[in-house]
């Protein structure tokens, strides 16, 4: 059973930094995609960034670009979204993402992922 648990979230000012953890666990190797999305309330849930199994394929949402940075560390069945200059229009509940495959096609559509964690909250304050 494959599961993901995101941490990291919390409230912060504009301008404000924050990192974001996945921890993966049931997968006996790092052959996955990982990706970050976030929905906000109303709203449809958006593609965030995205990374493949050995990081050699890395994607950014052109809205986070310059601020977003997504990283994995497969050792530690860890990945992490860090977060710099962040906006109100952040907010949101940030979800964590892991696909069946490790180079997944179309790494920013919903339906290559089927493994998804609880999400964590994270707030900006204007």
């Known amino acids: 059973q494959v599961q993901l648990v995101e941490s990291g979230g919390g409230l912060v000012q504009t301008g404000g930094s924050l990192r974001l953890s996945c921890a993966v666990s049931?997968?006996?190797?790092?052959?996955?995609?990982m990706a970050w999305f976030r929905q906000a309330p109303g709203k449809e849930r958006e593609f965030v960034a995205a990374?493949?199994?050995?990081?050699?394929?890395?994607d950014h949402a052109d809205s986070v670009k310059g601020r977003v940075t997504i990283s994995r560390d497969n050792a530690k069945s860890t990945g992490n979204l860090q977060m710099n200059s962040l906006k109100p229009e952040d907010t949101s509940v940030y979800y964590c993402a892991a696909s069946r495959w490790g180079n997944p096609e179309n790494p920013g559509l919903l339906f290559e992922y089927n493994y998804w964690g609880q999400g964590t909250q994270v707030t900006v304050s204007s």
């Open positions: 049931g997968r006996t190797t790092s052959n996955y995609g």
């Open positions: 990374i493949n199994w050995n990081g050699g394929y890395i």
